[in-house]
């Protein structure tokens, strides 16, 4: 037993040994290429604060790497309206499933007087009348992204930005913008949806392989609309 033991620990020590020398060879062989095996080489260069949407004090609040993740954040979302009611009502692009509004009824708790009267429509207005107490936050990012064209956000190795507010103000822009739509106030559901992919834009440059799984949904959802 003794000698097995002795055998696996001394192939295990080579195969560690063996795969380092591997590694270095590919990593000086990236290097060569001009094309390094470090993030820091990729990391683009950083960006003027008033340049930067993620600066924009609207949001700013929440990307405070001197601060727990979520702790801005709770604190906002409790004071919020919680989306989770209306996610069944944006439909999904990807399987041809549209929008539909007179969910917007049940997912909220209100009964129309008449059927006929939960209408597409009426469905749509019932939402942004959900959405007014983020409106005020949802307009400013909206203004931001007029000024402020590209994204990024100062993140070490022990800190990533709370994804929750991301997904948030994901889900209500485009909410909202499928909304605005369905009323025919076409030139604020775009303002919504420019706002929304410039979000996920920026989540790109995040140095984390999460990221970019997180860029991917926002993206797709900021499309539903359309």
Same mark, same amino acid.
Request: charged share 25%; aromatic share 8%; net charge negative.
């Given at each position: ?12 020590? #080579? ?51 001197? #601060? ?8 906002? #979302? ?16 990807? *399987? ?9 009824? &049940? ?5 129309? #007087? ?46 990533? &930005? ?42 790109? *440059?995040?140095? *984390? *392989? ?17």
């Amino acid at each position: 037993l003794g000698v097995t033991a002795t055998l696996v620990g001394a192939a295990w020590v #080579e195969e560690n040994i063996r795969g380092d020398i591997v590694l270095r060879r590919f990593e000086k062989r990236c290097a060569d290429e001009g094309k390094p095996l470090s993030f820091s080489f990729y990391r683009p260069a950083p960006i003027p604060d008033s340049d930067n949407l993620f600066r924009a004090p609207v949001i700013a609040r929440f990307f405070d790497p001197n #601060e727990s993740a979520d702790e801005a954040w709770n604190t906002y #979302e409790s004071a919020t309206p919680r989306l989770g009611e209306l996610g069944g009502i944006l439909g999904d692009w990807v *399987h041809g499933k549209g929008t539909d509004f007179t969910k917007a009824f &049940p997912a909220l708790g209100k009964t129309p #007087e008449d059927q006929a009267q939960a209408t597409q429509e009426s469905g749509a207005r019932l939402v942004l009348e959900a959405l007014k107490n983020v409106g005020p936050d949802l307009d400013a990012l909206d203004l931001a992204t007029e000024t402020r064209r590209r994204a990024q956000i100062d993140v070490n190795a022990n800190y990533l &930005p709370p994804f929750k507010a991301l997904l948030y103000f994901t889900r209500a822009f485009n909410v909202r913008a499928a909304a605005e739509i369905e009323l025919g106030q076409t030139e604020k559901a775009y303002r919504d949806i420019l706002a929304s992919l410039q979000l996920s834009e920026g989540v790109e *440059h995040f140095p *984390h *392989h999460l990221t970019l799984m997180m860029g991917c949904t926002m993206a797709s959802i900021s499309l539903q609309p359309i």
